[in-house]
């Protein structure tokens, strides 16, 4: 038995964004079934869920009795299960949890700080002076990936849990016109969303939203 807490209710701007859609992607990229255990605010403060995840939030990876947080961590425990996602050669594994920590670590955080400003200080006047600043850094990391990209369908020689975590990262751009100017970039993320497992996860991931998109529609 395996469960995956997901949460009830996001804003449409995260939905497809929820750090529990990489973790669905990851399972069916390795054939793994799952339910999910939908969390309400309530849920996530109760003491038996914040005993699972200190901080509240989503994902929890329930397996067996055994209990994983951090979306990072949770993918890599499904990725050592399954060669679609994780190489048997040692070296080339390790290559490929280097590249998910480098989207974690090293792309996430120049991502966040645009998303950041966008979605939730869109008015603010200190945003606008940070915008300025907290783009070029962005436009520039994502230069630096770009060229490591340039004439390669993926960041190693095949598709690994390192493609998974990146492009869920990339994936947060995707309202505003960022990739356009990278097409190395436009193009990856495109392979990776072509992807049947990629498909699958994003259809149940957005099927918990399809009520609230609904209401939402008709206000
Ligand atoms: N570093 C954590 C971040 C998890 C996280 O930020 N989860 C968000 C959804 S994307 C959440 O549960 N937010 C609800 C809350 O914080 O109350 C991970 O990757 O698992």
């Given at each position: ?18 750090k529990e ?10 054939g ?5 255990r ?34 990072g961590?949770?993918v ?11 190489p048997?050669?040692?070296r ?27 979605f ?8 606008k ?13 994502l ?8 004439g ?33 970039l436009?193009g ?10 990629f ?21």
């Amino acid at each position: 038995m395996r469960t995956l807490s997901v949460l009830k209710w996001v804003p449409p701007f995260a939905r497809g964004s929820v750090k529990e859609f990489r973790v669905r992607w990851a399972l069916e990229e390795a054939g793994l079934p799952y339910e999910e255990r939908v969390l309400t605010p309530a849920d996530q403060d109760a003491a038996d869920y914040r005993a699972l995840q200190p901080f509240g939030q989503v994902p929890v990876l329930e397996e067996d009795g055994f209990e994983l947080f951090e979306s990072g961590a949770i993918v890599l425990r499904i990725a050592e299960k399954s060669e679609v996602l994780l190489p048997r050669d040692e070296r080339t594994r390790a290559k490929a949890i280097q590249w998910m920590f480098a989207a974690q670590t090293s792309v996430q955080p120049s991502i966040d700080q645009v998303t950041a400003l966008d979605f939730f200080y869109p008015e603010e006047e200190w945003a606008k002076l940070r915008r300025p600043g907290a783009e070029d850094f962005l436009k520039r990391r994502l230069g630096q990936l770009a060229g490591r990209l340039e004439g390669r369908e993926w960041l190693e020689d095949r598709f690994t849990a390192g493609d998974l975590m990146m492009a869920t990262v990339l994936r947060d751009l995707r309202h505003r016109d960022f990739l356009s100017g990278f097409p190395a970039l436009a193009g990856y993320v495109k392979r990776c969303e072509a992807r049947p497992a990629f498909q699958r996860a994003l259809a149940d991931h957005m099927a918990l939203y399809a009520e609230a998109a609904k209401a939402e529609a008709a206000e």
